[in-house]
């Protein structure tokens, strides 16, 4: 034997313990896939998608009319906006847009922030209306 190589022992090795499996794939997906569809529920006509996918999941179906119905509502507002702006009142109502349409982004963001966490953001008649179909 050379001075490099070292004696292996004949005493018998302990093996590690094995670790906790992780969650299983199913859980986590499924939590994912909720997420990503209540997301997609609030950004505009991409609302439909979780409606006509995930059917059988209620909650998603709830967020996905709620998402739909806010997005009429915002273009039923613009199309009168529209209008209003074309007339000679129009000039002091077209200040007041920015305002009414970034009211519109942070329902958007509220109802996404409080629909992860499982909880629903209710707008006065429009989330009434939402439950009605």
């Known amino acids: 034997m050379s001075d490099q190589e070292t004696p292996q022992?004949?005493?018998p090795q302990e093996e590690a313990p094995n670790p906790t499996p992780p969650p299983s794939t199913s859980e986590?997906?499924?939590s994912t896939n909720r997420t990503v569809m209540i997301v997609l529920s609030y950004l505009w006509i991409l609302a439909l998608?979780?409606?006509l996918v995930d059917k059988d999941d209620k909650e998603v179906?709830?967020?996905a009319k709620n998402g739909l119905v806010l997005t009429v509502a915002e273009f039923v507002l613009w199309f009168l906006a529209s209008a209003i702006t074309s007339t000679g009142i129009g000039c002091f109502f077209v200040l007041f847009?920015?305002?009414i349409f970034?009211?519109?982004l942070v329902v958007r963001v509220v109802a996404i922030a409080?629909?992860?966490k499982g909880e629903r953001?209710?707008?006065p008649w429009l989330s009434d209306f939402a439950d009605k179909f």
């Open 28 to 30: 986590t997906s499924d």
């Open 121 to 123: 953001f209710m707008v």
């Open 102 to 104: 970034f009211g519109f």
């Open 9 to 11: 022992s004949d005493a």
């Open 114 to 116: 409080k629909g992860i």
């Open 49 to 51: 998608i979780p409606l």
């Open 97 to 99: 847009l920015p305002v």
């Open 61 to 63: 179906q709830w967020h």
